[in-house]
Nanobody, 121 residues
Framework: QVQLVESGGGLVQAGGSLRLSCAVS??????MGWFRQAPGKEREFVAA????????YQADSVKGRFTISRDNAKNTVYLQMNSLKPDDTAVYYC????????????????WGQGTQVTVSS
């Protein structure tokens, strides 16, 4: 089994920054992803990273503002979020899978409980 625990969410003003963390424990996983779900909307892909950290992929809506990274020595994945907008308000989830990175929610095997990010205007 794999356990994922997100942290780092909170309330921030538009234009501000936050860094989310996802601590991974249990069986070793490979690709990690971040997804988000805003009130009344479907959960959507944000970013993904390969096991080595050498390959990353971001949604067009966050390119140039969000950066995904990982520290395998600490078993932690990060999402650095800059230039935040009110539209970024959502619950952010990290997810894990055993093989290559993906932007498809259905392809992830494990999920964290989520952390709330609220961006005020």
């Amino acid at each position: 089994q794999v356990q994922l625990v997100e942290s780092g969410g909170g309330l921030v003003q538009a234009g501000g920054s936050l860094r989310l963390s996802c601590a991974v424990s249990g069986r070793r996983v490979y690709a990690m992803g971040w997804f988000r779900q805003a009130p009344g909307k479907e959960r959507e892909f944000v970013a993904a990273i390969s096991g080595s950290g050498g390959n990353t992929y971001q949604a067009d809506s966050v390119k140039g503002r969000f950066t995904i990274s990982r520290d395998n020595a600490k078993n932690t994945v990060y999402l650095q979020m800059n230039s935040l907008k009110p539209d970024d308000t959502a619950v952010y989830y990290c997810a894990a899978r055993y093989i290559s990175l993906s932007r498809l929610e259905s392809e992830y095997d494990y999920w964290g409980q989520g952390t709330q990010v609220t961006v005020s205007s």
